[in-house]
């Protein structure tokens, strides 16, 4: 691993300023996993891209996405949440080429199959597979009957995958892992069908969110920026639109989708200019609220423990991705947490803390729960709790989204 600046993939920039850190020793990576390593982020000064600059060589990227990188197989109870997105992300990737009825369809980075499977179901008569680097994931959608193949674009491919082109090639929230968006971009290309239409989706950096403390983000971009990587890569962008997004909660606003084709003939792609919300005193603007946010994160910890003083039993509502992310970004706080409670129950465990049930959370006696979940449900949840008769410790007014 070495520090340092690439240029900025999108327009090739230099010039860099520097998030600070959201925590000066920690991270969290998007499948949930803590790092004990810290995040380093910085925003190109000519066109507002965030770039992580702490770059990993391609052996290690390999090595998290084939072995250890297991977003949603290995949480416990996060399938309860996995369909409903999948339906949604089928229907917006399906709706956002209509009435294009494709016969040949690839997903690019499938993970175990969920949206595959709800594609599937959309377009019956077409021939899908998916392509995925993640061994356990691969196990898991091939044990659940989808038409999943090991492999990654822009490597080797297996045959099932790479001996045609396709009508449809997408991709659900993998091009913020690259190394390389365009080459991603470039290595997709190849395997569309000349009237064939390419979906990409990932999260959408307008307003900072969530997925900018993910430490496998290494891009944080707006649409411009997915836009004009495409551009980049050889494609013709077609239409920007939101779409639902990449955790349990669907989040639209957080999320965008983007269509694309080939170029005609000339095969020439106009460079996109730069919209109105990335000129420079807009820039510097979202520079400021991206700064606030790492902030944030970085006063988290602290705060919550004012909050939680007189406090000792302390149990944790739920175990999803806000949950990690307070084991990550607050681990003070969560030294402090005897166990999890979720509805149901489960006999895994959850960064080494048990879980209970929800229901027999009164035999354990907490003197305060704190709401593990997206801040936005923190209001709900906490007046559950408090109905119940517990303490209920929202941070829902420390971390905006
Ligand atoms: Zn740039």
């Known amino acids: 691993m070495t520090t340092g600046y690439s240029p900025c993939a999108v327009c090739g920039g230099n010039d860099w300023l520097e998030l600070p850190l959201p925590h000066i020793t920690r991270s969290v990576r998007s499948d949930g996993a803590v790092l004990i390593e810290p995040m380093r982020k910085a925003q190109c000064s000519d066109c507002g891209l965030v770039q992580a600059t702490v770059l990993s060589d391609a052996a290690e990227l390999k090595t998290l996405y084939t072995r250890d990188y297991d977003i949603y197989n290995s949480r416990p109870s996060s399938e309860q949440f996995v369909s409903g997105r999948y339906t949604a992300l089928a229907q917006a990737i399906a709706s956002s080429i209509a009435p294009f009825k494709?016969?040949?369809?690839?997903?690019?980075?499938?993970?175990?199959?969920?949206?595959?499977?709800?594609?599937?179901?959309?377009?019956?008569?077409?021939?899908?597979?998916?392509?995925?680097?993640?061994?356990?994931?691969?196990?898991?959608?091939?044990?659940?009957?989808?038409?999943?193949?090991?492999?990654?674009?822009?490597?080797?491919?297996?045959?099932?995958?790479?001996?045609?082109?396709?009508?449809?090639?997408?991709?659900?929230?993998?091009?913020?892992?690259?190394?390389?968006?365009?080459?991603?971009?470039?290595?997709?290309?190849?395997?569309?069908?000349?009237?064939?239409?390419?979906?990409?989706t990932c999260p959408n950096a307008r307003v900072p969110n969530l997925e900018i403390v993910r430490s496998d983000h290494r891009f944080s971009m707006t649409p411009y920026h997915l836009t004009a990587l495409a551009q980049k890569a050889g494609f013709l962008p077609l239409r920007s639109t939101l779409c639902p997004g990449g955790g349990e909660d669907l989040d639209y606003e957080y999320n965008q989708l983007l269509v694309c084709s080939l170029p005609g003939k000339s095969g020439e792609v106009p460079k996109p200019p730069l919209p109105g919300y990335l000129q420079e005193a807009n820039r510097l603007q979202l520079f400021g609220a991206r700064r606030r946010y790492f902030h944030d994160f970085a006063t988290l910890d602290g705060t919550l423990q004012t909050r939680l003083h007189g406090h000792k039993r302390l149990v944790c509502f739920g175990t999803g991705g806000w949950a990690c992310i307070l084991a990550g970004y607050a681990p003070k706080t969560w030294e402090r947490v005897e166990a999890c409670a979720i509805d149901g129950g489960s006999n895994q465990t959850f960064f080494e803390k048990p879980i209970v049930a929800y229901d027999d959370l009164r035999q354990m006696g907490p003197d305060a729960v704190i709401v593990g979940v997206n801040p936005a449900t923190q209001p709900m949840i906490a007046q559950r709790l408090e109905e119940a008769g517990y303490h209920a410790v929202r941070w829902d007014d420390l971390i905006t989204m």
Not at 112 to 132: D, M, Q, R, T, Y
Not at 141 to 149: I, K, L, N, R, T
Not at 150 to 164: K, N, R, Y
Not at 178 to 190: C, Y
Request: with cysteine; net charge negative.
């Open 102 to 200: 494709p016969q040949r369809v690839l997903e690019v980075g499938c993970g175990n199959g969920s949206a595959l499977k709800a594609v599937l179901h959309l377009w019956p008569n077409a021939s899908c597979i998916g392509v995925e680097p993640v061994t356990s994931a691969v196990k898991a959608a091939q044990a659940q009957g989808a038409p999943v193949v090991q492999g990654m674009i822009g490597g080797t491919l297996p045959s099932e995958a790479s001996g045609q082109k396709y009508d449809v090639i997408y991709s659900i929230h993998v091009i913020e892992h690259t190394d390389d968006p365009v080459a991603f971009l470039r290595a997709i290309k190849e395997l569309l069908a000349p009237q064939g239409r390419l979906i990409v």
